[in-house]
């Protein structure tokens, strides 16, 4: 049967020398899935001998690999290719090649007609047995360290036992059936093929128990299509011949050693192939089995030219296979090369595989984790891989690990002109300063630089000054500006050369003397210490950011020279600066220096006298003024506030600006009370003011002067009747009141005086309800306080007779009195009329102190 499906994309195969084996179908529907083997050519001694001879046949142990030449040599080396010996024994081409189970052994047969057996480790039991005819196949017993048993094959199968004495005893199994070009041999049972099948003997029955027809194209010839045999089980067979592929099951029945007991075989799977199989190993799983085959030519009977052998690896099913992985190999001179000189050997345990050809011989081992992650990025597909990486247990990776399949990525990204996310991913993995240097260069090279510029380190790893002014000078060339100063103000300033990139921008301002140029020579200039040039650079080019630089740096001196431009550029923050560092820049230096500018002058110390009015207690008089100039709002809380104003100098400004509330403040502090109640009635004319003024100084004058004043002006009456409230009778004020005055909102005011003398009553007989009620309840507390029981302890005594007031013994008890004031007696021991004699004693003794003082 052919295989599942023709148009199975063939994989691309590479070898880890560099070597690339090609696509076959380079286009394909499907869509591609990974080998699962990986490949290598065998090197070291191995290429010696390749170069001076073919190599004929192969066997694969545990510890050893033995190959069989053309020129008769038999090689014996390690997995690795190292050469351990050589034994030349053969005069012509060597054929077969087989191993004991125990490795001790070594058989080999040629066209000489020779047998060589030899031990690996000693030679105790070395033998060569000569055979007048070509010797094609050979196999030993696998116990053959102990029964020394081997069977050879040509046109007849013969079995060579140890007999009596060491003697070698031959026994001919099989004859006249053809070649027989291999054996394997399985506990009891051997299996060889010839021109007409496959045979099985049984040596517990000493017989023949099956014979499988060759049931290909008899065109097939046996010397081209060799025949590949497989035990999996001491009974199970797999037979992989021309185009045919079977699995053969031994089944016996009956008990062992009686009549009915039989052994047959059964088939338990048979597909017929579009491939010609050349060569045949298990796989991993149960009926999974590795092949070495050749593709069909158009005709069949011939042997394919120019044809690559493949690897496949299938699934067995009773009548059909499942394909898991295809492989094309590219064998050295395989245009030379015919189906019959190919050789698969294995070591299942370690699943290796050899494939022999007459000059090469390659290694197939399943594919490792790093196998798995280079068939990914050869496939750009770089995002599974690291994700496979991460998923994986630690250290899974030998190879290619995070690091470096990440810089690979990067690299294609790069290729593939997708530099934004190259730059990601160069920030997301940990690169070496020589990796950092190296992609910021192509970035460079590509002026992809803005893509890259924030993810360029700049410590952990720092790279070489020259890299990080290339990327300066790049952004200034490019006239970039923006970036240039984000980076300066980013990157510490002791990793690239700061006069080199001063000079670059002292270039670039001969072309474009714009403000953000100026600000990148500012920060330099800090960089630098040059202080006092960078400070100019910021008050010139009004920059807020000035001002931080200041307190940075500590430049109070400078700011000071420069106050007048810093308070227009910001006022509130120039302010600040001097207030807060009023110790380095005395209030004196400072108003010296604002002289010529009231209002900045104002503002200086308005701020200075809301820190502490005493630093600037020498300028308070001056502060009226510019109070009365420019924050009129603020003069009378600052009259009331500062303690060092010179009242007369004050007096004189205020009324020569005639500021009415102010200069009442200034009078009512000089105690010219009279006065600056007339500057309210008659300058400021407002009653309530007049009124609270009144109420101020509780005056009865001035509450005079106020009635008078307020008696032919009705709107004043009013306001007097609605606030003069306890400190003037109502009813003097009326009665005062001239006749024929008409006094608007009189009955208002008089029904609102009533009112409140109504309201005024009722709380005052409110206060007193609660007084009394209070005064009630404190009594009930206090005769309930007094009414309690109290208590008397064991060894408390009667403070009269000084007896324990308490007797245990019944007859002995005596009848206690205890007094509000907790001192407590026998009742029988009071006397003074029944008072308590402690208290009466205290206040008697008293009594002469009283006397004295009076």
Not at 357 to 365: F, R
Request: proline share 3%; hydrophobic share 35%; glycine share 4%.
């Amino acid at each position: 049967m052919s295989k599942q499906d023709e148009d199975v994309d063939k994989k691309v195969i590479k070898e880890v020398d560099g070597e690339e084996y090609e696509d076959e179908e380079e286009e394909s529907d499907y869509a591609e899935a990974e080998p699962v083997l990986a490949y290598s050519r065998m090197r070291n001694d191995v290429t010696t001998i390749l170069q001076n001879d073919s190599v004929s046949c192969i066997k694969a142990d545990h510890k050893i690999l033995v190959i069989g030449t053309h020129w008769g040599r038999v090689h014996i080396m390690d997995h690795d290719g190292n050469k351990i010996m050589t034994k030349e024994i053969h005069q012509t081409t060597v054929n077969d090649i087989t191993i004991d189970s125990k490795e001790e052994y070594v058989a080999s047969c040629s066209d000489d007609g020779k047998v060589s057996i030899f031990g690996i480790c000693e030679s105790t039991h070395d033998q060569i047995a000569e055979f007048n005819r070509p010797i094609k196949s050979i196999e030993l017993e696998p116990n053959f360290s102990q029964t020394f048993s081997y069977v050879t094959g040509d046109t007849r199968l013969v079995l060579i036992e140890r007999g009596f004495m060491g003697r070698k005893k031959t026994h001919i199994i099989h004859e006249n059936e053809g070649i027989i070009r291999n054996i394997k041999w399985s506990y009891d049972l051997i299996a060889w093929s010839n021109e007409k099948g496959v045979k099985i003997y049984s040596l517990t029955d000493k017989k023949i128990i099956s014979f499988i027809t060759k049931d290909h194209d008899p065109k097939l010839r046996d010397e081209l299509y060799r025949c590949s045999l497989l035990w999996l089980d001491k009974d199970t067979l797999v037979i992989g011949w021309a185009d045919r592929f079977k699995i053969c099951k031994v089944v016996r029945s009956g008990v062992k050693g009686t009549l009915n007991y039989r052994t047959h075989i059964e088939i338990i799977s048979m597909v017929q192939t579009d491939f010609f199989t050349v060569g045949l190993a298990p796989f991993k799983d149960d009926n999974q089995f590795l092949l070495l085959c050749y593709e069909k030519s158009e005709d069949e009977s011939k042997p394919p030219e120019d044809t690559r052998p493949h690897i496949r690896v299938i699934l067995a099913n009773p009548d059909s296979f499942e394909e898991i992985s295809f492989d094309a190999l590219t064998i050295k001179d395989y245009e030379k090369n015919r189906p019959f000189e190919y050789r698969l050997d294995y070591i299942i345990d370690e699943g290796s595989f050899f494939i022999l050809s007459p000059k090469d011989l390659i290694k197939a081992m399943p594919r490792s984790f790093d196998d798995h992650l280079k068939w990914l990025m050869e496939r750009f597909n770089f995002e599974q891989a690291l994700d496979d990486i991460k998923k994986a247990p630690p250290n899974s990776a030998k190879i290619f690990t995070y690091q470096v399949v990440a810089l690979n990525y990067i690299d294609y990204l790069i290729a593939a002109k997708e530099y934004k996310e190259a730059a990601d991913w160069c920030s997301k993995i940990t690169l070496t300063s020589k990796n950092w240097e190296e992609k910021i260069l192509i970035f460079a090279k590509e002026s992809k630089l803005e893509e890259i510029f924030e993810k360029i380190p700049s410590s952990n790893p720092t790279l070489s000054p020259e890299i990080y002014e290339k990327v300066l000078n790049e952004f200034l060339r490019s006239k970039n500006y923006t970036v240039f100063k984000y980076l300066i103000k980013k990157w510490p300033c002791d990793i690239y050369d700061l006069n080199c990139i001063t000079n670059a921008i002292l270039d670039a301002q001969l072309k474009d003397n714009g403000k953000i140029l100026l600000e990148c020579q500012a920060i330099l200039y800090e960089y630098q210490k040059l202080l006092d040039k960078a400070l100019v650079i910021y008050i010139n080019l009004s920059d807020q950011t000035v001002f931080e630089f200041i307190v940075k740096h500590e430049l109070y001196e400078d700011a000071f020279e420069n106050v007048i431009q810093l308070i227009a550029l910001n006022k509130d923050k120039t302010i600040q600066i001097l207030v807060d560092n009023v110790e380095k820049l005395s209030v004196k230096r400072v108003v010296e220096k604002l002289s010529k500018n009231k209002l900045y002058l104002h503002y200086y110390l308005d701020a200075i006298f809301e820190k502490d009015p005493y630093i600037s207690r020498d300028f308070h008089t001056i502060q009226v003024v510019l109070y009365a100039e420019y924050q009129r709002d603020k003069l009378l809380k600052f009259l009331q506030t500062s303690q060092y104003i010179s009242l007369t100098q004050a007096q004189k400004e205020l009324q020569e600006r005639n500021l009415g509330p102010e200069i009442v403040y200034i009078l009512e502090r000089t105690g010219q009370i009279k006065k600056a109640l007339q500057i309210v009635l008659h300058a400021i004319k407002d009653v309530n003011q007049a009124i609270e003024f009144c109420k101020r100084h509780n005056d009865k004058d001035l509450w005079e002067d106020l009635i008078k004043y307020s008696l032919n002006k009705p709107e004043y009456i009013i306001g007097l009747l609605n606030n003069i409230g306890t400190h003037v009778d109502p009813v003097d004020l009326i009665n005062r009141i001239p006749n024929g005055v008409t006094i608007k909102g009189l009955r208002d005011a008089l029904v609102k005086i009533l009112s409140d003398y109504r309201v005024q009553i009722s709380l005052l007989e409110g206060s007193k309800n609660i007084m009394a009620r209070d005064c009630f309840n404190l009594l009930e507390k206090q005769i309930k306080v007094v009414r309690q029981g109290g208590s008397v302890s064991e060894d408390q005594k009667c403070l009269a007779c000084d007896e324990p007031l308490i007797a245990f013994n019944f007859n002995l008890a005596r009848p206690l009195k205890i007094f509000n004031c907790k001192h407590a007696f026998h009742e029988d021991c009071i006397q003074n009329g029944g008072s308590c004699s402690v208290c009466s004693q205290s206040r008697s003794s008293s009594m002469p102190l009283l006397s004295s003082v009076d």
